[in-house]
């Protein structure tokens, strides 16, 4: 099982609270960083991941193999009721998906419905407009940075980038008692792993957005800052970081 280099996964299967031979959902699993994280806390617990593309269910399967507990891992499309019964899960988890979600109440809803009485559940997001980065000049930087934010790719059916700061707020609007709220901030002054895949995502998103015009961004603007970012790096101004915000609630 190879572990992620983001912290965060293990640090969501530790605010899960998930008892050792409990069960635990993951919307949204994609390849499964969390569930393996999961599985290294909890050898022995029983795993669910749901997530709409398959690709990504055939890789997570993979780093999951070797999971001493159950595994299930179904193709779900998020946005309709989930396969599921009623309070059979100790613990639901969801991280960087409900920014894709035109209505992402109603899956919180959806998970607050297959917790059992004193199931936590755990939303996580990076809030996009946290992300800050040296080396473009300031105007430049700020209207790359915003325009990845707010940008929608063509396998998300909504965007809101700004939707970490929003989780307390939709935990508590559900119902369920906010039982705490935490932010985790990835930093590195080196453009390598983390950092190097989201400047990487950045530079890539927006340009293939600039080339099918969805974007406040051009193309030059793009490249431009791209340029700058490795400039820094390679002088040694490099400095990255981005925020998570964690929200836990439980059901009473
Ligand atoms: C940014 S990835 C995050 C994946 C995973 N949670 C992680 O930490 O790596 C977003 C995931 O949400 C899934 N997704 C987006 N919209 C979905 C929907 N309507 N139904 C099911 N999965 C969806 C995508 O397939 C993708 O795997």
Redesign the pocket.
């Known amino acids: 099982m190879s572990e992620?280099d983001?912290p965060?996964?293990a640090v969501l299967a530790e605010l899960s609270q998930l008892p050792s031979d409990g069960t635990l959902v993951?919307?949204?699993?994609?390849?499964?960083?969390?569930l393996a994280a999961t599985s290294r806390r909890h050898p022995r617990a029983r795993l669910v991941g749901?997530?709409?593309?398959a690709a990504?269910l055939s890789t997570a399967r993979t780093q999951l193999t070797g999971h001493g507990g159950g595994l299930q891992l179904v193709q779900?499309?998020?946005?309709?009721p989930l396969p599921l019964a009623d309070a059979c899960v100790d613990a639901v988890v969801?991280?960087?998906?409900l920014e894709?979600?035109g209505d992402p109440a109603a899956l919180v809803r959806e998970a607050i419905r297959l917790l059992k009485p004193e199931g936590t559940l755990v939303l996580a997001h990076v809030d996009f407009d946290s992300i800050m980065v040296s080396g473009p000049p300031a105007d430049l930087d700020r209207r790359v940075c915003h325009a990845f934010t707010d940008d929608r790719q063509p396998?998300?059916?909504h965007a809101n980038g700004r939707i970490g700061r929003t989780l307390p707020g939709l935990i508590a609007g559900a119902g369920l008692t906010l039982h705490r709220t935490e932010t985790l901030t990835a930093a590195s002054t080196v453009l390598t792993g983390h950092a190097e895949r989201r400047v990487a995502d950045m530079r890539r998103a927006l340009l293939s957005s600039a080339a099918r015009g969805t974007t406040t961004v051009t193309a030059i603007e793009v490249t431009d800052w791209h340029a700058a970012v490795q400039a820094a790096a390679r002088d040694r101004r490099f400095f990255f970081s981005e925020t998570v915000v964690i929200a836990v609630g439980r059901r009473t």
């Open positions: 992620s983001e965060v996964h993951d919307l949204g699993c994609g390849t499964g960083p969390t749901l997530d709409r593309s990504a779900a499309d998020l946005r309709r969801s991280y960087n998906v894709c979600l396998w998300m059916d």
